[in-house]
Nanobody, 120 residues
Framework: QVQLVESGGGLVQPGGSLRLSCAAS????????MGWYRQAPGKQRELVAT???????NYADSVKGRFTISRDNAKNTVYLRMDSLKPEDTAVYYC??????????????WGQGTQVTVSS
């Protein structure tokens, strides 16, 4: 019932910038949290940043000061601006929506992922 579609991934040199977008559609409640997670080969998926519908943000220590998460509630879209990219930022980045339904309880929805590669 909820669909998330990411875009904006690609290849960038160390120190470069990239902007990811994620558009949500379906049964989106007014109160929710959207965020970005990433997974590198052989590693577990980890939180990158989250933002609530009230615009409260949270960042992983590894990206704090370099990445900026934002959202447009009218468009149900979340963005991730990535600056000063490092090779260790290379991963598949996934968009996430966290909301609570009276029927299904608290649920996470995931996008298909977009590849970000930082290399010279």
């Amino acid at each position: 019932q909820v669909q998330l579609v990411e875009s904006g991934g690609g290849l960038v040199q160390p120190g470069g910038s990239l902007r990811l977008s994620c558009a949500a559609s379906g049964s989106i409640f007014s109160s929710n949290t959207m965020g970005w997670y990433r997974q590198a080969p052989g590693k577990q998926r980890e939180l990158v940043a989250t933002i609530t519908s009230g615009y409260s943000t949270n960042y992983a220590d590894s990206v704090k000061g370099r990445f900026t998460i934002s959202r447009d509630n009218a468009k149900n879209t979340v963005y991730l601006r990535m600056d000063s990219l490092k090779p260790e930022d290379t991963a598949v980045y996934y968009c996430n929506l966290d909301q609570t339904s009276i029927y299904a309880g608290r649920r996470d929805y995931w996008g298909q992922g977009t590849q970000v590669t930082v290399s010279s």
